[in-house]
T-cell receptor, first 112, second 113 residues
Framework: GENVEQHPSTLSVQEGDSAVIKCTYS??????FPWYKQELGKGPQLIID?????GEKKDQRIAVTLNKTAKHFSLHITETQPEDSAVYFC???????????FGTGTRLTIIP | KAGVTQTPRYLIKTRGQQVTLSCSPI?????VSWYQQTPGQGLQFLFE???????NKGNFPGRFSGRQFSNSRSEMNVSTLELGDSALYLC????????????FGPGTRLLVL
């Protein structure tokens, strides 16, 4: 089955700096890669997703890049703000299968 | 549009009991998936329902079961609870199966004593 590895497990950045979280996946059939943000006491919130026919997607301060050959994808957050502090999860799934396989999460702390 | 709702939000049970958790998807969403979140194992897929049929199942014992009703609401049941079943149980809905853009509810936190 699919295996998703996520790094780093914790990340601290100064407010205003950029943060990068990286994930690798094992199943070449995977073609959908969402990123979720989870705040304390809440369920995961979808922040951006990318499909395998696209190499990069951007939404304001958030961007995701995908390298299908290397089987890795990354989340980039620019101009970080205190409200970006949370746990971020990457995930992967393949067409026709609703099952998401998640990475182990990255605890992002923005230092004011 | 209201998000995914889950009830109850918190639950305390003892070993050997059974529990039923409920999930109401976003209006118009017909696919419901369930996940278990624990500090040790992270987020793990339990099962997915679409049109009242289980379409996919994760690697959990048969004590974990679910169902979906004609209005797309879903329930999951855990029988003969074990201490290791203590977790946050998350429900996610999507418009139709295969689209994969899943939206999560706040979860039900289950504590087994």
């Amino acid at each position: 089955g699919e295996n998703v590895e996520q790094h780093p497990s914790t990340l601290s950045v100064q407010e205003g700096d950029s943060a990068v979280i990286k994930c690798t996946y094992s199943d070449s059939a995977s073609n959908y890669f969402p990123w979720y943000k989870q705040e304390l006491g809440k369920g995961p919130q979808l922040i951006i997703d990318i499909r395998s026919n696209v190499g990069e997607k951007k939404d304001q301060r958030i961007a995701v890049t995908l390298n299908k050959t290397a089987k890795h994808f990354s989340l980039h957050i620019t101009e970080t703000q205190p409200e970006d502090s949370a746990v971020y999860f990457c995930a992967a799934s393949n067409f026709g299968n609703e099952k998401l396989t998640f990475g182990t999460g990255t605890r992002l702390t923005i230092i004011p | 549009k209201a998000g995914v709702t889950q009830t109850p939000r918190y639950l305390i049970k003892t070993r050997g009991q059974q529990v039923t958790l409920s999930c109401s998807p976003i209006s118009g969403h017909r696919s419901v998936s369930w996940y278990q979140q624990t500090p040790g194992q992270g987020l793990q897929f339990l099962f997915e329902y679409f049109s009242e049929t289980q379409r996919n199942k994760g690697n959990f014992p048969g004590r974990f079961s679910g169902r979906q009703f004609s209005n797309s609401r879903s329930e999951m049941n855990v029988s003969t609870l074990e201490l290791g079943d203590s977790a946050l149980y998350l429900c996610a809905s999507s418009y139709i199966t295969g689209v994969k853009t899943q939206y999560f509810g706040p979860g039900t936190r289950l504590l087994v004593l």
